[in-house]
């Protein structure tokens, strides 16, 4: 049984092909004799099973795959073409457009079987059980970002294979050299292989079964294996194992999170001299080396002076985190050793909870019960990666509750771009087998307040002269981004960046749409709500971030910094009405809006980071006073 060949394959030189064929073979740790298998069919384009296995099909059985002939194990590989390799945003218009794709994906999913037509949401929907990430995105260095992730769906001859503990074959994703190797680059993105391996003796008429997740045996995998393969019996090389580990996955409590100690300062012994010595710098003209274009065009103050070379500043402004505080020397710059903990929402997490329950003086509680470690201005977030136990547990109690179940998958640590917002538990799950990067899931604010039919999301900045003692300000007049096309829901639109991204920005500038406060407060009252209130809120949620950050980073007097904070406000039809949520803290953030409607914006923000004698200027609301103070209605 041959396999369809993918379009645009072309024979490997021989010195490339080989060094990344072994490569790929040391790294499954598989002998090394497979290599030269895999080469040769790389090298003659041999793609499918051949003679060596077949299909077999009987009525009201699903297809099973079944071994011709005798087969050792680790002796040879077989090729096989994947089915789809496509973004998540690209999907669903594909489906609608291309008939050939459309029923390729229906018959990899069993959907063909079914009566009658079947619809593009029902593919679009359970296309993510059974796809699973693909290659890294790399950097284009032409684009310089990193592109959006691509799902793989393997050929429907690879997912009929049961799944079973106790699998004779195992399946791998070809390694992005060997897919660039072999299928080239081809608009829409390249074709991309699995490659299929017995590891256990295949005897004539053997049915063939793999394990979906192969590695350590653990109730984290457990709760996995249930969320993805779900109850499809056909799914299943052995049903019964489907039941015994639906019982080990209701049966056990997931293990109870660990919290992280808030700490009072952290000292970077390397640090230690420009450190004190930053305590008697106080030149009389500043000289500011910066990169930002803003800075750069809007400065204008006269106690500050732009300068072009780095060894002639005493200030460093830059867009992105230095490597060293040590070879700054005596300079000021506008960022904080270990802020870590505030702009990676991995850490944030972890302080979030940590402050939380010393605040609240509560003891351990019980083990999937992380959500209620947080405050009321931050949706329930989990760390995907090593909290998917605790994860399935609230995903469950919401939709047992007929609560929303919509979650937003992002990048835990600064610098991602990939995300996914769905309410299927499986296709989060799916997100941990990409293994080059590690996850947080949180609850998506649904539905949130609208502007002209658009999501918005508020952009607050804080700029933070001290950290301990705390001394920051927000800026006043914080603005909203606003989507670019109508929010809803529908599985269309489901992956559209434009619907539902305003408060997870994937460019250093935002190009959208953007509203004043004013507009903001406006729909709030419309809402029934009082700005003031949501307002109040807002400013005691970030204050009760940044001085717990405070107490994590400790005293760094050559520091300052501005951060910006992402608030989505719900619809007053959510559960919880409308508490603004804090979604975000982001180091370095967009300033191009605040200094387009304020043209001394720049000049606003220098005053308040380096001229400590100076007044504050009246676009900054304290933090640090007992009694912060409060906007008037607008």
């Known amino acids: 049984m041959e396999g369809p060949r993918p379009e645009g394959l072309r024979p490997l030189r021989a010195d490339r092909a080989e060094a990344a064929v072994r490569e790929f073979v040391d ?91 079947v619809s593009t949401d029902r593919i679009f929907n359970e296309f993510w059980r059974w796809a699973s990430p693909g290659p890294l995105g790399l950097v284009d260095p032409e684009e310089s970002r990193i592109r959006e992730m691509h799902w793989v769906l393997e050929s429907p001859e690879t997912l009929w294979i049961p799944h079973a503990d106790d699998g004779n074959v195992a399946v791998w994703t070809l390694s992005q050299d060997l897919v660039s190797l072999v299928a080239g680059n081809k608009p829409g993105g390249p074709h991309t292989v699995s490659m299929l391996c017995a590891i256990y003796p295949l005897k004539s008429g053997q049915k063939l079964k793999r394990d979906y997740l192969p590695g350590k045996r653990s109730l984290q995998r457990v709760a996995r294996l249930v969320t993805l393969i779900g109850e499809d019996a056909k799914r299943w090389a052995h049903p019964s194992e489907h039941d015994g580990l639906v019982q080990v996955f209701r049966c056990s409590s997931p293990p109870s999170i660990p919290l992280l100690e808030c700490r009072q300062e952290q000292v970077d012994h390397n640090d230690a001299r420009p450190r004190l010595a930053m305590t008697e710098f106080a030149p009389e003209i500043k000289k500011v080396f910066t990169d930002h274009p803003v800075i750069e065009d809007g400065l204008e103050h006269q106690a500050f002076e732009l300068v072009d070379k780095f060894v002639d500043s005493n200030i460093l402004f830059v867009r992105h985190p230095v490597t060293s505080f040590y070879d700054l020397g005596l300079r000021m710059i506008n960022q904080f050793p270990h802020e870590g903990s505030l702009v990676s929402r991995r850490l944030a997490l972890q302080m979030i909870r940590s402050m939380s329950v010393a605040r609240n003086g509560d003891g351990p509680n019980p083990a999937g019960e992380a959500s209620s470690r947080q405050p009321w201005w931050y949706p329930p977030t989990f760390i995907l990666n090593t909290e998917v136990n605790q994860f399935l547990v609230a995903h469950k109690k919401q939709q047992e509750t007929n609560e929303d179940s919509h979650w937003l998958v992002k990048p835990a640590d600064p610098g991602g771009v990939n995300w996914c917002l769905t309410s299927d538990a499986g296709t989060i799950v799916r997100l941990m087998e990409d293994h080059g990067c590690s996850w947080i899931v949180q609850k998506y604010v649904h539905p949130p307040l609208l502007l002209f039919g658009r999501k918005c999301s508020l952009v607050v900045l804080v700029v933070v002269q001290s950290m301990e003692p705390l001394c920051a300000y927000i800026y006043r007049n914080f603005y909203a981004r606003v989507g670019s096309k109508q929010y809803n829901l529908k599985p269309k639109d489901i992956a559209d960046p434009g619907v539902h991204l305003t408060d997870m920005v994937q460019v250093e500038e935002w190009k959208g749409a953007t509203a004043s406060k004013e507009e903001v407060s406006k729909a709030v009252e419309q809402a029934g709500e009082q700005w003031d209130s949501i ?54 953030p967009d300033l191009s809006v605040a200094q387009r409607h304020n043209p001394s914006f720049c000049n606003e923000l220098f005053q308040t980071l380096f001229l400590e004698d100076s007044p504050v200027p009246n676009s900054m609301i304290p933090l640090h006073d007992e009694t912060p103070s409060v906007e008037s209605h607008p």
């Open 27 to 117: 790294q499954l740790e598989l002998p090394d004799r497979l290599s030269l298998a895999l080469l040769r069919k790389l090298r003659s384009s041999d793609f499918g099973y051949g003679d060596d296995f077949e299909i077999k099909r009987e009525e009201n059985q699903p297809p099973a795959i079944i071994c011709s002939k005798e087969v050792t194990p680790f002796e040879d590989v077989w090729l096989l073409p994947h089915a789809a390799n496509i973004t998540r945003s690209a999907l669903y218009m594909k489906l609608e457009e291309d008939t050939v794709f459309r029923e390729q994906c229906a018959k990899c999913m069993r959907l063909d079987e079914e009566a009658g037509p």
């Open 535 to 588: 307002h109040d809120k807002i400013v005691s949620a970030i204050k009760e971030i940044i001085k717990t950050a405070g107490k994590q980073i400790g005293r760094w007097p050559r520091s300052r910094a501005v951060y910006s904070v992402d608030v989505v406000v719900p619809d007053r039809t959510c559960p919880g009405g409308m508490q603004p949520q804090l979604v975000g803290v982001n180091f370095s």
